[in-house]
């Protein structure tokens, strides 16, 4: 038993497919144990931040932590009922067994810039039903994904999951080394003065989320008429859990640097994942004004600009956008 799961996980799938699914979760489960212990070692596994050489497919830098991750979450998923497995660090999909039933797309390793900090880290996960093809099995909307959440490696090591029927967070008990339900049916508060993004990016913005920050930063007196307060970690797993846990909005906007017209985010394995466990928890996903689980996917690797969270303040972010705009 690596994880005991709520007895309604997936219940709005049939018994095969959920256990198929609950298959694929517990050797996800499997992997994050490895990947959590090998981060709880941090500086005594030597040189898990250190740049490999190599590139992922968007030509980041590859640390020896993030390459490890992506081998154990692969072996992981090859005991799993998988058929392909897209991954952050891989350029093409793999294909495990054409004969079995899931598809799962993974960050295996998110926050790497955290690696050696000492800080949250985690591994994102999207599992869809497999179609004909590799590709057809991930070229779809965020929509149709059966499951989809994130670990983090943490304080605690934590699974933040939803099949479709409400969020839950399992917390990995490190007396037993299973992961236990912790929270279920997770509700993220409405309206929140809390929001996340990289400032630094400030001058690389577009006038929407500039005129948005701004009139946070003028507080009490500006048009926002509240004393905003600003978060950000670096590694999206953890801004995400912490906006789960207590409200806020996360903003990682497109920018006019090289490479980042469509943001930083990945759609597949990041943004889609993120955005059906912050709806399930009755938050809202977009990409400054769109759904992000309606964005069909037109390249495996594809960048996506991201606002997700507390439903009041994505939806007044998306008004700053339209204005902008003039719509
Ligand atoms: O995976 C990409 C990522 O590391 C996210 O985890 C995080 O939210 C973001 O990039 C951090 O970006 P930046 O380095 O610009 O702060
Ligand atoms: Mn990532």
């Known amino acids: 038993?690596?994880?005991?799961?709520?007895?309604?996980?997936?219940?709005?799938?049939?018994?095969?497919?959920?256990?198929?699914?609950?298959?694929?979760?517990?050797?996800?489960?499997?992997?994050?144990?490895?990947?959590?212990?090998?981060?709880?070692?941090?500086?005594?596994?030597?040189?898990?931040?250190?740049?490999?050489?190599?590139?992922?497919?968007?030509?980041?830098?590859?640390?020896?932590?993030?390459?490890?991750?992506?081998?154990?979450?692969?072996?992981?998923?090859?005991?799993?009922?998988?058929?392909?497995?897209?991954?952050?660090?891989?350029?093409?999909?793999?294909?495990?067994?054409?004969?079995?039933?899931?598809?799962?797309?993974?960050?295996?390793?998110?926050?790497?810039?955290?690696?050696?900090?000492?800080?949250?880290?985690?591994t994102i996960f999207s599992i869809y039903s497999a179609c004909k093809d590799a590709k057809s099995s991930f070229f779809r909307v965020g929509?149709?994904?059966?499951?989809?959440?994130?670990?983090?490696?943490?304080?605690?090591?934590?699974?933040?999951?939803?099949?479709?029927?409400?969020?839950?967070?399992?917390?990995?008990?490190?007396?037993?080394?299973?992961?236990?339900?912790?929270?279920?049916?997770?509700?993220?508060?409405?309206?929140?003065?809390?929001?996340?993004?990289n400032a630094s990016n400030h001058k690389h913005w577009d006038a929407s989320i500039r005129a948005y920050i701004e009139d946070c930063l003028a507080g009490v007196s500006g048009p926002l008429a509240a004393q905003y307060n600003m978060r950000w970690v670096g590694s999206l797993v953890a801004d995400a859990n912490r906006i789960l846990s207590r409200g806020g909005v996360f903003m990682y906007p497109s920018d006019n640097r090289a490479g980042y017209q469509e943001g930083r985010l990945r759609l597949l394995y990041e943004a889609n994942p993120v955005a059906f466990v912050i709806e399930q928890a009755g938050g809202v996903a977009t990409d400054g004004t769109r759904r992000v689980l309606d964005m069909p996917l037109t390249a495996l690797h594809q960048r996506v600009p991201l606002v997700f969270g507390s439903k009041t303040p994505v939806r007044t972010i998306e008004k700053y956008h339209l204005r902008s705009k003039n719509i």
């Open 1 to 122: 038993m690596t994880i005991n799961f709520s007895s309604g996980f997936a219940k709005n799938f049939q018994d095969t497919k959920q256990a198929e699914i609950r298959a694929t979760v517990s050797a996800l489960c499997v992997a994050a144990k490895r990947i959590s212990h090998i981060c709880a070692r941090g500086p005594l596994e030597n040189g898990l931040g250190d740049i490999t050489g190599g590139a992922n497919s968007d030509g980041d830098a590859q640390k020896a932590l993030d390459v490890r991750s992506d081998e154990i979450v692969t072996a992981a998923l090859e005991t799993a009922p998988v058929a392909y497995y897209a991954s952050e660090e891989q350029d093409d999909i793999l294909t495990l067994d054409v004969n079995k039933p899931l598809a799962v797309a993974s960050d295996p390793l998110d926050g790497s810039s955290n690696i050696d900090t000492n800080v949250s880290i985690g």
């Open 143 to 197: 929509s149709e994904q059966i499951c989809g959440g994130f670990f983090v490696y943490g304080p605690q090591t934590t699974l933040v999951i939803t099949a479709g029927d409400g969020t839950d967070t399992y917390v990995l008990d490190p007396d037993t080394g299973d992961f236990e339900l912790a929270i279920s049916n997770m509700k993220i508060i409405s309206a929140s003065t809390e929001y996340a993004i």
